[in-house]
């Protein structure tokens, strides 16, 4: 299973980084693991995460 989570407007780099090991850390409690984050034009982060030993997720 794949997981998609948008990390609110954070204009400045310290914050983003804050909300995104925040964001990280959360979802590793519930099983998922960070495969991917990009950082968007409009001070967005986009974190795709995956949950280990799910059919279809294998890498």
Do not use: D
Request: with cysteine.
């Amino acid at each position: 299973m794949y997981k998609t989570v948008v990390v609110e407007y954070s204009p400045k780099a310290k914050e983003m980084a804050v909300r995104v090991e925040e964001t990280a850390n959360k979802m590793e409690r519930e099983g998922f693991e960070l495969i991917s984050c990009s950082i968007m034009p409009s001070s967005k982060g986009i974190l795709v995460f995956r949950k280990p030993g799910e059919p279809g997720t294998e890498k």
